[in-house]
T-cell receptor
Framework: DTAVSQTPKYLVTQMGNDKSIKCEQNLGHDTMYWYKQDSKKFLKIMFSYNNKELIINETVPNRFSPKSPDKAHLNLHINSLELGDSAVYFC?????????????FGAGSRLTVL | RKEVEQDPGPFNVPEGATVAFNCTYSNSASQSFFWYRQDCRKEPKLLMSVYSSGNEDGRFTAQLNRASQYISLLIRDSKLSDSATYLCVVTGTGANNLFFGTGTRLTVIP
């Protein structure tokens, strides 16, 4: 039973399209995240939500819009996809915002923009 | 300056060798420190937290040096299955912001 699951695992699309990645966690965690890992393997936080409220919104283009319908779900919608958006997007969750948090990651969604 | 810096490697070591990685961080107010492991085309997974007093888990030992602002990971008696990228993670100030290093790639050779 997967703790953090995200779909789709692979996504290949054309520039200019709009796409979504879904994430769900069954750990009962309060906090969820989206991370982007680029071709150089650098893992950078994009968004953080705590109990459905946005906590961190790093300098991400506003073409990226997260949505959290409840604390177990955090979806990522991307408008007008660009070549530079090609990366692996990881969803993650943690028990709470406070203290020394351990992140549990989903398996990643590999986005390729052609 | 990056918040967390690691030598990307690769480190190619024979089975049974001892290997050590260091990671430096820029924010002296950082509170929590971790090592994560990421296998090729997989997600990062927590390997171990790093405590001020240092901690050991089997063949793995993690240490923190606050004065010099670095953490280290020592792997003894390397196994083939230890081949992976090891990510140093440090908490920043503010709301639960974790900074990842770019990772150190380890390959253990038979």
């Amino acid at each position: 039973d997967t703790a953090v699951s995200q779909t789709p695992k692979y996504l290949v699309t054309q520039m200019g399209n709009d796409k979504s990645i879904k994430c769900e966690q069954n750990l009962g965690h309060d906090t969820m995240y989206w991370y982007k890992q680029d071709s150089k393997k650098f893992l950078k936080i994009m968004f953080s939500y705590n109990n459905k409220e946005l906590i961190i919104n790093e300098t991400v283009p506003n073409r990226f819009s997260p949505k959290s319908p409840d604390k177990a779900h955090l979806n990522l919608h991307i408008n007008s996809l660009e070549l530079g958006d090609s990366a692996v997007y990881f969803c993650a969750s943690s028990q709470s915002l406070a203290g020394a948090n351990v992140l549990t990651f989903g398996a990643g969604s590999r986005l390729t923009v052609l | 300056r990056k918040e967390v810096e690691q030598d990307p490697g690769p480190f190619n070591v024979p089975e049974g060798a001892t290997v050590a990685f260091n990671c430096t961080y820029s924010n002296s107010a950082s509170q929590s420190f971790f090592w994560y492991r990421q296998d090729c085309r997989k997600e990062p997974k927590l390997l171990m937290s790093v405590y001020s007093s240092g901690n050991e888990d089997g063949r793995f030992t993690a240490q923190l040096n606050r004065a010099s602002q670095y953490i280290s990971l020592l792997i003894r008696d390397s196994k083939l299955s230890d081949s992976a990228t090891y990510l140093c993670v440090v908490t920043g100030t503010g709301a639960n912001n974790l900074f990842f290093g770019t990772g150190t790639r380890l390959t253990v050779i038979p």
